[in-house]
Structure formats: structure tokens, C-alpha cells
């Protein structure tokens, strides 16, 4: 089934060691979302991707970069995490045309010790 | 900038019908979403409306009134699994910008009650 994939579903790491957190679309969607969700909170937009043309949220820190090598992969790197940055982080995609519907992957838990 | 309101939590009773509503504030409209989230989980999506009236899908509807920046997610013959939070979301073309991009409301926690 076509799908959007993230990996890995929990990560831990430590106050200011980097983390990388992947997603992989099979759904050929030219749109990738990453959100940033804490608890009891809304997904909060960082950053999304039009094809290869990268959108920042003006509030998304500088601690926080994206990269997409091709359509199908996008990553979400943070430089240097702090206790703050412990999160669900929410990768989506969406389709060219008028619906565009959202379509999120299962999330990966970041726990920073 | 954008603005998304949603009322915090909600309490219903299961079989009966609850109305979320959500006002928003925003350049570029192009579409509001209603997606549903339970603890832990992902969202997922239920509804979308792009033009003023009602959608309906099953148990769920949507309405959509653009001149006044409003819409309602109505579910009918609720059920206990349908206690979750639910999130309206806006895609906008924010102005100046290239793209849209799609941005949540805070959510309303909805518990469902014997």
C-alpha cells in the first residue's frame, strides 16, 4: 500500500547530541510537511517542501534543518536538542491539485535526556 | 498571519450528535480540513471543504462558510472510539509566498460518554 513511513518510531538521545529523523513517501506526492507536536498541543508547522523549493516557518528555530535528496526521502536534523525539543515529530505529504489531502506518516517520539 | 480557533474540550454522550466548530483568520484561503487524532497516534483525516456548504461522509460532515472565516465538523450516532481530539486545518497561500502550506488549530479534545 502506498504509505508514508518514518523511521525510527522512537529515538533518544542526549542534550545536544545531533538526531536525525527520516521519512519516506511512496505515494509520489510532490508536497513533504514536517510538524512538530507536543503534548496536548496541535502540530505546529517547521518546515515544508514544494518539490525541491524549501519553505521555513519564520519561527522554526536554526537548531532545527531539513533536507530532501529526492521525492520519495525527506529528513528532519537537529543540530543540537534540548529538553524543549522533546516532541512527536509528524512528516506529510500532499498531492498536487485543489484536495491536496494531508496524508501523515506514524510519527517518531523524540525523547532527549 | 494565521489564526485557528477551536474550543479546548467537549463533552458528549454516546448516540447522540456533536458540533466542533473552528473560526479562522487567513490570507490566501484555499481549503480547511478536519483531521482526527487519537493519543499517541497520528492524525488522520476525515473531511475537506474548499467551497461554502455542507460535505458529508458517513457519520461525519463538514460545513464551510468562507465569508465568515467558519466551519463545523458534525458527527452524528457518536461512539465511544470517537473519543480523540479534533483538528481543523487551513491550507493557505500566505501572501508573498510561493506555496501553500497547510497550518492546525489547537484542537478540541472530544470525550464521548456511556
Known amino acids: 500500500d502506498a504509505m508514508v513511513i518514518q523511521n525510527p518510531r522512537y529515538q533518544v538521545t542526549q542534550f545536544g547530541k545531533p538526531v536525525t529523523l527520516s521519512c519516506s513517501q511512496t505515494?509520489?506526492?510532490?508536497?513533504m510537511y514536517w510538524y512538530q507536536q507536543k503534548s496536548s498541543q496541535a502540530p505546529k508547522l517547521l518546515f515544508h517542501y514544494y518539490d525541491k523549493d524549501f519553505n521555513n516557518e519564520a519561527d522554526t528555530p536554526d537548531n532545527f534543518q531539513s533536507r530532501r535528496p529526492n521525492t520519495s526521502f525527506c529528513f528532519l536534523d537537529i543540530r543540537s536538542p534540548g529538553l524543549g525539543d522533546a516532541a512527536m515529530y509528524l512528516c506529510a505529504t500532499s498531492g498536487r491539485g485543489l484536495a491536496g489531502v494531508a496524508h501523515f506518516g506514524p510519527g517518531t517520539r523524540l525523547t532527549v535526556l | 498571519g494565521q489564526n485557528i480557533d477551536q474550543p479546548t474540550e467537549m463533552t458528549a454522550t454516546e448516540g447522540a450528535i456533536v458540533q466542533i466548530n473552528c473560526t479562522y483568520q487567513t490570507s490566501g484561503f484555499n481549503g480547511l480540513f478536519w483531521y482526527q487524532q487519537h493519543a499517541g497516534e497520528a492524525p488522520t483525516f476525515l473531511s475537506y471543504n474548499v467551497l461554502d456548504g455542507l460535505e458529508e461522509k458517513g457519520r461525519f460532515s463538514s460545513f464551510l462558510s468562507r465569508s465568515k472565516g467558519y466551519s463545523y465538523l458534525l458527527l452524528k450516532e457518536l461512539q465511544m472510539k470517537d473519543s480523540a481530539s479534533y483538528l481543523c486545518?487551513?491550507?493557505?497561500?500566505?501572501?508573498?509566498?510561493?506555496?501553500?502550506?497547510?497550518?492546525f488549530g489547537t484542537g478540541t479534545l472530544l470525550a464521548v460518554q456511556p
Open positions: 486545518a487551513v491550507r493557505a497561500l500566505p501572501y508573498g509566498g510561493a506555496t501553500n502550506k497547510l497550518i
Open positions: 505515494l509520489n506526492h510532490n508536497v
